[in-house]
């Protein structure tokens, strides 16, 4: 008999289906629109036109019933209408005003007013969906980095780029922070050019640069020609940033390997992302040279396998400026050159936390 009743409230809120997409496609149009209070046509509709007019036939069990079933659709519509491309603070607006009827969903669902009803799955799911697309393009970019250099990554493959061979460290100098990274070699790289060879070099960048006060400079390496194990040996540094830096869950320096082309644009070869959670102090050494070496294998990402938050960020790239740089730099990685299409992911031997996966040597 309950199945049957529950069918029945199903079969009801579908009727009620249509005229409520409608209004909360409306719903969202006034909210790009900032209209005050926007929800409550909603909310007015669904008490007063829907749930009113079912409360004088039912008893209080099967009124909550119905009720549950109105949320269920209600939720469906919200979550089928939600556009996909708006700045974070319309987002925020709508979380607000879904939290307001989320609550009033809470009350009518209740079948003792005094005993609050099971949770809704439902609108804990389209709640979190609503927080992340609120997160700024920052914040985005910090969980992006996060997902695909943490040890076990869901997005891991093969890779047959070669290694890159540095060193990093940092210090606390007038508690500010200086960052040091030895490039010494790469090892095994792929041929790039026709003749079975390349022009590798090494880029090195902070990211997301948005972090900084001042946005880091990106550094390079000299080109080495005609190599396929090229040594650099090359010292860079940064000065003067915030002392949490090292601190900051997502904070990475990336090591792309590229291979220079004079007629065409260079091709990418492969690329690291080392946690700047992960590199250690120089407080007990002497120098960087005295920091153990890492071997770290490039990967490549794969433009199929790509952590969800990616989806976000590329959304916003029509007005948001950071995020066009962002899904600039990933697509020109994903699809240049003549490398394997794999994804990118790096571990840490030296701690079960760590992001990125390295054989180390005290000297070298």
């Not at 969800?308 to 990685?333: C, G, H, M, S, W």
Request: glycine fraction near 2%.
């Amino acid at each position: 008999m309950n199945d049957v009743i529950k069918l029945i409230f199903e079969r009801v809120a579908t009727l009620f289906y249509v005229s409520l997409k409608d209004k909360i496609s409306k719903y969202y149009e006034d909210e790009k629109r900032k209209k005050v209070d926007a929800m409550n046509d909603i909310n007015q509709y669904i008490d007063q036109e829907i749930l009113h007019k079912l409360y004088s036939g039912l008893e209080k069990v099967q009124y909550s019933r119905a009720a549950c079933a109105i949320r269920l659709k209600a939720l469906q519509c919200l979550r089928e209408s939600l556009p996909l491309q708006e700045p974070p603070d319309f987002y925020e607006r709508v979380l607000q005003s879904f939290d307001r009827l989320a609550s009033y969903f809470e009350t009518v669902c209740r079948e003792e007013q005094h005993i609050p009803g099971p949770p809704c799955e439902e609108v804990t799911t389209f709640r979190r969906t609503l927080q992340q697309f609120a997160l700024s393009t920052e914040q985005l970019q910090l969980i992006y980095f996060q997902e695909i250099s943490q040890t076990h990554s869901p997005y891991p493959t093969p890779t047959n780029n070669g290694v890159i061979v540095f060193r990093t460290a940092y210090e606390v100098v007038n508690d500010l922070i200086t960052i040091y990274v030895q490039i010494l070699s790469c090892q095994d790289l792929p041929r790039m050019d026709y003749f079975g060879s390349s022009d590798p070099y090494v880029i090195l960048e902070l990211l997301p640069s948005t972090l900084y006060p001042k946005r880091p400079k990106e550094d390079r390496t000299i080109t080495i020609k005609r190599t396929l194990d090229p040594e650099f040996n090359q010292l860079f540094q940064w000065y003067r940033l915030p002392l949490n830096i090292v601190h900051r869950p997502g904070a990475v320096l990336r090591l792309s390997v590229w291979d220079e082309d004079i007629v065409k644009e260079d091709d990418f070869i492969g690329e690291c992302f080392v946690p700047l959670t992960n590199i250690e102090s120089l407080k007990n050494r002497a120098s960087i040279r005295d920091v153990p070496v890492s071997e770290v294998r490039l990967r490549r990402q794969n433009k199929h396998a790509q952590p969800k938050v990616y989806e976000l960020i590329r959304n916003r790239a029509k007005f948001d400026q950071e995020a066009a740089l962002f899904l600039k730099q990933r697509t020109r990685a994903m699809e240049s050159g003549n490398g394997s299409d794999d994804a990118s992911v790096i571990s840490d031997d030296r701690n079960s936390s760590g992001s990125y996966a390295v054989r180390k040597y005290t000297n070298k």
